[in-house]
């Protein structure tokens, strides 16, 4: 039997469970409910792991073996980071919190444009030298960002919480088309129906599902949906056939990392979003687990990104933030034992060592992960509105607060050129709309509730 929570895992302003319990962060599970649990997160997040890296390869000219590299670099040290964030090391890293850690899409654009102006062979080490740098601000800034949590209450975070899953509506939307934008038959019925019948089997199995069944409905979901592809033929075998059997990621392998002074400032700025948003991932997790993040939490978090992020251009990696999917998992399956995050970081490091192993995670479909991702994101948002129905919305200020911020961070969704004309840095900030309704929301928090007659202690009654 699991002995109670102490130490830094039980740290943080929540409420102590009862005696002789364990707090469900806390909790190790029997493996037949650990592996199913694991494997969830593990099919949610796939997509997203292999998607920087095999975009920005095919930008460096990579040939296939290549790829292949980059992208088990890319799955080893999401698997690293991951085991790091939720079992920790004592007080300095690790928020010992169900937290997937990964390579993040947000990086993307600028590591294109860094290695579209740079010389054939040096667009990856171009990329590398910036991310060690961006990888060393991070742990040189993020004790800051833990400090500054109380400019976020929940006024503010259930804005931030609510835009993770509005703005990234869009990734399950293309994915249930197909995934492939520049694909002759991107949006195809076939892809579409394939993603309406998988959420069609979640949500009949979280109807009549029971037990631990309802608890794993989304991986019965991804598997059925994957069967049914299989069928009609709309399964590709083609990386299972060409994987290899193991590829141990070495050290430098794409060449030794230079550093450009434009790169290292563009990656740093990037490097100020994902800590915003991964900031805005621990402390929705947080309110999900019921174990509130308080600054040690975040601090040793982001920490644990700059750690990953510092280490990765060694591998082959990239800028690592949070994955919002897998706090979706969570919020969705209420199974919110680290350990069984911790299991799917230990089974990305098997897949980043045997990309064979990969290449089966990867059947199944882009339109099976839509119809899926639906749910994921959507539940992110759901919890989002939960905690702003507890921030006091009868104020006309806290109204007007919500509207602009929420507001602010869907402008980039609804219209993606709006800030078009604005420099690239302030593109780069506002052009997320996570990091754009946040970055209004606290300063709206500011103006109305920590300037002029009211007072912090006005503040935190109504944020309480």
């Keep these: 039997m699991a002995q109670p929570a102490t130490g830094p895992a039980a740290d943080g302003p929540c409420t102590a469970p009862p005696e002789n319990s364990v707090h469900p962060v806390d909790e190790k599970l029997s493996p037949s ?27 460096a000219g990579l040939d296939p073996a290549g790829m292949t590299r980059l992208i088990a670099a890319s799955l080893l040290i999401a698997g690293l980071a991951t085991l790091l964030q939720t079992l920790g090391i004592g007080g ?9 850690n990964a390579a993040s899409s ?49 006024l503010v975070t259930g804005v931030v919480i609510t835009l993770i899953g509005v703005t990234l509506m869009p990734v399950p939307a293309s994915w ?42 989304l991986l019965f979901g991804l598997l059925i949906g994957t069967l049914a592809a299989i069928l009609f033929g709309l399964a590709d075998f083609s990386a299972l056939r060409s994987a290899p059997l193991a590829a141990l990621p070495t050290p430098f392998a794409f060449g030794a990392p230079e550093f450009k002074p434009a790169a290292i400032l563009s990656l740093c700025i990037v490097m100020l979003v ?45 800028p ?32 980043g060592a045997f990309p064979v192993l990969g290449a089966v995670v990867s059947l199944v479909p882009m339109p099976v992960l839509g119809g899926a991702g639906i749910v994921l994101f959507g539940s992110i948002a759901v919890s989002g509105i939960r905690t702003l129905s507890e921030a006091g919305l009868d104020d006309s200020s806290n109204i007007i607060l ?6 602010a961070g869907i402008i980039p969704l609804a219209a993606p050129a709006f800030y078009a004309g604005f420099p690239s840095w302030a593109q780069t900030v506002l052009g997320s709309g996570i990091s754009a309704g946040a ?26």
């Design 33 to 59: 409910r650990l592996v199913p649990a694991a494997l969830q997160h593990i099919a949610a997040m796939y997509a997203g792991v292999v998607t920087p890296p095999f975009i920005i390869g095919q930008a």
């Design 92 to 100: 300095v890293a690790g928020n010992r919190l169900p937290f997937v």
């Design 402 to 407: 919500v509207a602009v911020a929420l507001g």
């Design 274 to 318: 994902l800590m915003t948003e991964s900031s805005a991932g621990m402390l929705a997790l947080g309110e999900i687990c019921d174990r509130r993040a308080d600054g040690r939490t975040i601090t040793r978090g982001l920490r644990t990104d700059g750690i990953a992020t510092l280490l990765g251009p060694v591998f082959g990696g990239f």
């Design 320 to 351: 690592t933030s949070a994955f919002a999917q897998n706090v979706g998992v969570v919020s969705l399956t209420k199974v919110r034992s680290r350990y069984v995050v911790a299991a799917a970081g230990g089974a990305l490091i098997v897949l």
């Design 176 to 217: 249930a088309q197909g995934g492939d934008k520049e694909a002759a038959d991107f949006g195809a019925m076939k892809y579409l129906a394939l993603a309406a019948f998988t959420l069609a089997v979640i949500l009949l199995i979280q109807r009549f599902g029971r037990g631990f069944v309802k608890q794993v409905a």
């Design 439 to 464: 970055l209004v929301a606290v300063l709206l928090n500011l103006f109305f509730h920590h300037l002029g007659t009211h007072s912090l202690t006005a503040v935190a009654l109504k944020s309480s």
């Design 106 to 154: 947000a990086g993307i654009a600028p590591m294109l444009a860094i290695a579209e102006t740079s010389a054939p062979g040096h667009q990856l080490p171009a990329v590398y030298g910036a991310v060690l740098v961006a990888g060393a601000f991070c742990l040189a800034v993020g004790p800051f960002f833990g400090r500054l949590l109380r400019f976020f209450p929940p």
